[in-house]
C-alpha cells in the first residue's frame, strides 16, 4: 500500500484531534478573553499572577506531588511482587478492577469508611483513642487520590519488570552486588522508563482534581481544580476559569514534553 493510501486511514485520527482536543482548548482559550460582563480583556491573566491563584498552584503542585510519590513507593514494589508471583495476571486483573467503579462511589465509599462512624473510628474507639477527624483533612485527600492512583502507576512499571533481563540480575548477584546495590544500579535503571511512565500517568491528573478536594478534603485543600470547578459552576465567572484551565493546560503540557524529551535522552544513551 502506497503512502497516499494510508493517509487515508489517518483521516479520522486527525478529525478526532481536532474535534475532541484542539477544537476544546481553543473554545478555553477564547472564553479566556472575557470579562464577567462579557466584554474583551486581558485582566484574567494578569490576575491570575495574584497571590491567591499562586497559592493554589503552588497547592496543586504539592499535593500532586505528594500522590505521585506515595503511589510510586507503594506501586513499585507492589509490581515487583507481582512479577515474582503465580498467576501474575490474576492478579494484575484483580488490581485493575477498582479503576471499573465509578470515581464518584468510590469517593462515597471513603467518605462512609472515613466518617465519625466509620469503621476506622470504631477501630479507634476499640483502641480508646476515641475518634478522630479523619475527613476533611489533607491526609485523607492524599489517602483516597493514592488509592484511586494507584493502579495507572503498578502498570506501566509491572510491564517495565516483567521484560526485563532477569540474567543481568543473577549476574549483578554473581559479582558480589547485594541487594540494595543490584536494584540501584541495575534493577532501577531498566524500569525508569515504568516510573516515569506511571508518574505521568498520575501527576497530570492529580493536578486538576477537584470532586476529590470537595467531597474528601471540603474547602482545607483548595486547587486549581477546585478554583475552576467554582469559577464555572458558583461564581460563573467562565472567563476566569477558563484563564485557570489555560495555566493548567499548558503545565500539564510542559510537563509531557520535558517526560519525553528525558526519556529520548535516555533511549538515546
Known amino acids: 500500500m502506497n503512502s497516499k493510501g494510508k493517509s487515508y486511514y489517518l483521516i479520522p485520527y486527525y478529525l478526532w484531534i481536532a474535534l475532541f482536543v484542539i477544537a476544546p482548548v481553543l473554545l478555553v482559550v477564547y472564553y479566556s478573553l472575557f470579562d464577567l460582563d462579557g466584554k474583551l480583556t486581558l485582566n484574567n ?74 469503621p476506622v473510628n470504631n477501630f479507634f474507639d476499640l483502641l480508646g483513642l476515641g475518634e478522630q477527624q479523619i475527613l476533611f483533612t489533607g491526609f485523607s485527600f492524599v489517602f483516597v487520590s493514592v488509592y484511586i492512583f494507584i493502579p495507572f502507576m503498578i502498570l506501566p512499571i509491572f510491564s517495565a519488570l516483567d521484560e526485563m533481563n532477569l540474567s543481568l540480575v543473577d549476574a549483578a548477584r554473581d559479582l558480589g552486588a547485594s541487594g540494595w546495590t543490584t536494584f540501584r544500579r541495575v534493577v532501577f535503571p531498566l524500569t525508569i522508563s515504568g516510573v516515569r511512565s506511571g508518574c505521568m500517568a498520575v501527576f497530570i491528573p492529580a493536578l486538576s482534581l477537584f470532586m476529590i478536594t470537595r467531597l474528601i478534603a471540603g474547602n482545607r485543600v483548595i486547587t486549581l481544580g477546585t478554583a475552576i470547578e467554582q469559577h464555572f459552576l458558583v461564581t460563573q465567572d467562565w472567563g476566569m476559569g477558563s484563564t485557570v484551565a489555560v495555566f493548567l493546560i499548558a503545565i500539564m503540557a510542559l510537563f509531557m514534553i520535558l517526560t519525553g524529551s528525558s526519556r529520548k535522552g535516555v533511549r538515546g544513551g
Open 45 to 118: 491573566y494578569v490576575n491570575f499572577f495574584t497571590p491567591v491563584y499562586m497559592r493554589m498552584m503552588l497547592n496543586s503542585f504539592w499535593y500532586a506531588f505528594l500522590i505521585t510519590l506515595f503511589s510510586l513507593l507503594v506501586a513499585y514494589p507492589a509490581a515487583y511482587l507481582l512479577t515474582r508471583t503465580k498467576h501474575k495476571q490474576l492478579w494484575l486483573l484483580l488490581i485493575i478492577l477498582p479503576t471499573w467503579i465509578n470515581l464518584l462511589l468510590k469517593t462515597y465509599a471513603f467518605i462512609g469508611i472515613f466518617g465519625t462512624f466509620g
